[in-house]
């Protein structure tokens, strides 16, 4: 029993002390980014410039009848052919998390993506800046 504590300790006790030394430390935060998965607007569906981290996620919010999400590799995000182990997210209402590096969607229903609804998201590693709300002196 002394082992537990002794090791519980050890992997605890930083953690608690850094957040009562740093109260203003925060978790890295993440965001998640919505999505209205249609052709009609898949010019649209982020402002330029904006920036994606690892942990981030994408909500896909679109009609099941007509549209799917399937997450690719880049040879089927480049073909739209999406291989037959590819998960299909089909609910209409789907949060799919980002992982570092270049993330690829596609829609597999009616020549979706041959006409162009398809998205590649670049994530980039490390922490979103932590949003903090100022305060008077």
Do not use: H
Not at 5 to 15: C, D, E, Q, S, T
Not at 44 to 57: E, L, R, V
Not at 88 to 116: A, H
């Amino acid at each position: 029993m002394e082992k537990e504590v002794a090791i519980l300790a050890i992997f605890v006790l930083p953690f608690l002390l850094a957040s009562i030394l740093y109260p203003e430390t925060t978790l890295a935060e993440t965001e998640t980014f919505l999505v209205g998965w249609t052709k009609e607007n898949n010019d649209s569906w982020f402002p330029n410039g904006t920036t994606f981290y690892d942990g981030d996620s994408l909500e896909f919010v679109f009609n099941q009848t007509n549209y799917n999400v399937v997450v690719v590799d880049k040879p089927a995000y480049e073909t739209c052919q999406a291989p037959e182990a590819a998960f299909e997210y089909n609910s209409g209402d789907d949060t799919i998390p980002l992982k570092k590096g270049e993330n690829f969607f596609i829609c597999t229903k009616r020549e979706c993506c041959e006409n162009n609804m398809k998205m590649k998201i670049d994530a980039v590693a490390g922490q979103r800046p932590t949003k903090r709300k100022e305060t008077g002196s």
